[in-house]
């Protein structure tokens, strides 16, 4: 029997890829584990493991090919047997509309592993079970879904029959569900002859060409988007139009902190580590987090999703894009082991080398350009986190203590808030706990 491998979706965001390299060729015989092939995604180039044993039958599609959808088979294997059937619990994302979910051929298919399993914490396909399960609803038609996404179904009252599944196969999975609304009709009504298309029904707005915007054809030349660049300015654009954001703004002063830094990289000289200021302001706003939980906090169409660690992620910018590797549970851990863990995962992350759940999830962000001399700007909410901090430079400024004039190292920084989870006051009440933090960094360890 043949099983054909098809392109997995190694992260949430991710659409289409590229088949970097082989590991294999025509002729070779796999087992389960096997590295079969390495993946270049819009986050971080991956190893992709067989499932299951068998004689490659045919590399499908070359090494080095771009744009390889998700789910597209890319070789085939002879194997026996049904278990190959059976896909793995993965974090497979919506496909774009351009790409529908590929049927199952007259050949059964398989899903390819990747080496790094996504932690089920990120896991749109949750934990426990998420095979294919045919069913059929009272129409008779016959529905391919996960057992988890049927739960959800069943507790949010969303008609199967009215969903696309996005999973192999066509399969609905649990980000279709979430995705749909309670009582989703199974086929959406037309609306009445003469009745205008709600607005959001009606077509994307249409971007012109540069020529239609009177730069002249050979002025410029094109740098092809790749598949980070892509994903960054869809979910960008999708944040900064549906979130709605408010900035708060605040000088500190580190003139203490910068001393008491010092202090500590003395002390840690002898194991090698060394502390930066952005490591210090991981701290403060983890044990902020701490102090203030309403920060942090997400948004869900269920309810305000109220987070038990500060999972901090930071903001590393790479060649073609950005991706924030995260610091998990930075209030429970030590300056040396943030120092640790942020330098590695930087190191990895501009190396493309970084594991889905080490980038994905996050309840709170923290971007600094405060290296590049930026004074202040403010970022936009890294979805689904409430908040987002965007620190600027320490700067010699004059400031006022009492009626004297005095220099003072100060430090700007502007706390982006989604309104619908951080209020005004919550945000506020957050920046007071972090300019403690920062002006008075031994209460820190207090």
Known sequence: MSIDVLMPALSP??????LAKWHVKKGDTVKSGDVIAEIETDKATMEVEAVDEGTVEDILVAEGSEGVKVNTPIARLSGEGEAALAPKPAATPPQSSASPPTAP?????LEAKPAATPAPSSSPAGVGGDSSVARRDGGGLRILVSPLARRIAEQKGVDLGGLTGSGPHGRIIKADVD??????????????????????AAAPRQILSLEQ??????????????GMRRTVARRLTDSFRDVPHFPLTIDLEIDTLLAARSKINALLEPTGVKVSVNDLVIKAAAIALRQVPEANASYTPEGIAMHHHADVAMAVAIDGGLITPIIRSAETKGLAQIATEAKDLAARARSRKLKPEE???????????????????????????????????GEKRPVVRGDQLAV???????????????????????????RALIEDPITMIV
């Open 105 to 109: 051929p007259a050949g059964e298919q």
């Open 213 to 226: 915007m009177g730069i002249a054809s050979g002025s410029y030349d094109l740098v092809p988007l790749d």
């Open 13 to 18: 965001t991710m659409e289409e890829g590229t």
């Open 359 to 393: 980038f994905q999830g996050g309840t709170f962000s923290v971007s600094n350009l405060g290296m590049f001399g930026i004074k202040a700007f403010a970022s936009i909410i890294n979805e689904p986190q409430g908040a987002i901090l965007s620190v600027g430079a």
């Open 408 to 434: 003072a190292t100060v430090m700007t920084v502007t706390l982006t808030c989604d309104h619908r989870v951080v209020d005004g006051a919550v945000g506020a009440r957050w920046l007071t706990a972090f």
């Open 179 to 200: 995705a749909a609304q309670p009582g989703q009709a199974r086929t959406p009504a037309a609306a009445p002859a003469g009745q205008p298309v709600p607005a959001s």
